[in-house]
């Protein structure tokens, strides 16, 4: 039996980011260790003040809290709207606020200094075939790199009734270079019955596919093959009790996405599932140990090197509290809480509201896993263990010999045999894809249109470990065995070469992409 060593990815002084094992990672994926600039260090959560631009930082270790960047603060009329790191330098952040207040998109460096690095510049007005909406009215809230290109993303909004008819809002998708550049428009986002429109769009995420999604108001959507010139739309149904206001998505590299919004006039998180499109309400409140007590709105999320979701929770004069809410990704129970300070005009308040949060040195994991696939720039492993374009995903054509799995989404559908809200099961029968991972076990004794139906075998995780039961701490793998969850995608390849107690462990497979790229693919 071998002897297994965990190869341990910065966390402490190295940036988080994920390189490939057996080819050159692409030009916007990490090269190499990054020092933060003194005061900093790897893992500190940076939070953005809506109005005045200040940036704080956290030391989860310990709890301190300092002042990352007064750099926007000599603008005026800020609106902060989100942070993000740049993936082959996780130590700069780029962030995203008005427009006509010469902010836009800017880049801060380790220090919190403005780097001179551009993004744009912003047309003064749209040119055909878009409204002539001006410069000025424009918002931008929301910002992701696309991992397959390290395109940076950001939806823009308008307010258009006094310029146009149709709906109150409008909003297009800008595309910037990873480190600065010329902007291109790649589709309106509110425009048809297929998209989301009535609306600004100010939320998006990337996955590790390079499938982007997008959200407001009450709504949420999949776009694919964006880069590829297609903008499909496909919308997603949030249960439980429904945002009025989506404010945030992040995406966790394994299908699932986490939905910052507000219901019943409190902060919530959802967890939506992108193939099966279950939903749930993941947490709707501070949990037992706070009494049930409900969140404030809660607006920025993201992941930390752990896993975890950060939400940043937003001040009210009736608690007297703002911060960051530490939340397990497994059990949307708070683990812990960053309160930041309230109360001066340098501070958070009413009218100075925390809103974007990202995490220093850190890249997401979508960011992560494609940058640790042997596969190269603009290419996805497919099911066989190939690599395919991933342009090609969701194109609107099947490609039968590479992308017709579930863990692909059969090829968002492009390959479908079944009607649009179902799969064919494990063996081959048509069965709605919302039984997929719904808590109920499908290994036969439910019938569908006829059909016995099951979900219980490797291409499903066996119907999302809703049929077997793992401990703590553990996961099934590639053949059902419950298996150490922290081998998963930890830069040591899985592929049944490591035991566990009385069997190998095996996460080499498209369902557990390929031990998030840890394994060899397209070899």
């Known amino acids: 039996m071998l002897e297994r060593s965990v190869f341990a990815i910065g966390v402490g002084a190295m940036v ?38 200040r940036v704080f930082g956290i030391r989860p270790s310990t709890g301190e809290i300092y002042t990352f960047s007064t750099e926007l603060e000599q603008y005026s009329n800020i609106e902060l709207g989100d942070l993000a790191v740049v993936p082959n330098d996780p130590l700069r952040v780029v962030v995203i606020g008005n427009v006509d207040q010469g902010i836009g998109i800017r880049q801060l460096d380790s220090c919190g200094n403005l780097t001179s690095a551009v993004y744009g510049p912003f047309p003064e007005s749209l040119s055909y075939p878009w409204p002539p909406l001006p410069k000025g009215g424009t918002n931008l809230r929301g910002l992701v790199f696309n991992p397959l290109s390290g395109t940076l993303y950001a939806p823009s909004g308008w307010f258009t009734t006094p310029f146009y008819g149709g709906p109150d809002w409008f909003s297009l998708l800008y595309a910037f270079p990873q480190g600065g550049g010329p902007l291109t428009i790649e589709g309106a ?25 997008v959200g407001n108001g009450d709504r949420l959507g999949r776009m694919t093959a964006v880069v590829g010139g297609s903008d499909r739309f496909a919308e997603y149904v949030l249960s439980g009790e429904p945002p009025t206001d989506i404010k945030d998505i992040v995406h966790d590299g394994d299908q699932h996405l986490y939905v910052t919004g507000a219901a019943a006039g409190h902060g919530m998180i959802w967890r939506v599932d992108t193939l099966s499109g279950v939903s749930e309400l993941w947490a709707p409140d501070r949990g037992p140990s706070y009494d049930d007590e409900p969140y404030n709105l809660l607006w920025g999320i993201t992941l930390d090197a752990q896993g975890d979701i950060l939400a940043v929770e937003q001040f009210t004069n009736e608690t007297n509290r703002a911060g960051v809410a530490r939340i397990s990704r497994n059990t ?119 059909n016995w139906i099951s979900f219980d075998c490797e291409a499903f995780r066996f119907d999302e470990a809703t049929c077997r039961g793992c401990g703590w701490g553990e996961m099934l793998d590639c053949n059902g065995n419950c298996s150490p969850e922290s081998w998963h995608g930890d830069g040591i390849c899985d592929d049944g070469d490591y035991w566990h107690f009385d069997h190998p462990v095996d996460y080499d497979c498209v369902e557990y992409d390929f031990d998030g790229n840890d394994c060899q693919v397209g070899g």
């Open 332 to 450: 949307g129970q708070m683990i812990e809480y960053f309160g930041l300070p309230v109360g001066t005009a340098e501070t958070v308040g009413a009218g100075n509201q925390p809103w974007a949060v990202t995490v220093l040195g850190v890249n997401l994991p979508a960011v992560r896993e494609a940058c640790s696939s042997d596969c190269g720039e603009g290419y996805i492993s497919n099911c066989y263990g190939g690599c395919t374009p991933g342009a090609w995903l969701g194109d609107d054509f099947c490609d039968e010999g590479s992308l017709t799995c579930w863990s692909r989404a059969s090829d968002w559908d492009d390959c479908a045999l079944c009607p649009d809200d179902q799969v064919r099961d494990c063996n081959g029968h048509c069965a709605l894809k919302s039984w997929v991972g719904d808590d109920i076990c499908d290994q036969g004794g439910y019938v569908f249109e006829g």
């Open 16 to 53: 988080l980011g994920g390189t490939a094992a057996a080819v050159a990672a692409p030009s916007y994926c990490p090269t190499g260790s990054y020092a933060a600039c003194g005061g900093r260090e790897v893992g500190d959560i940076l939070v953005g003040l809506h109005s005045k631009g």
């Open 189 to 213: 986002l509110a425009t048809g019955e297929e998209r989301i429109d009535g609306g600004q769009i100010g939320a998006v995420a990337a996955d590790e596919l390079g499938t982007l999604y």
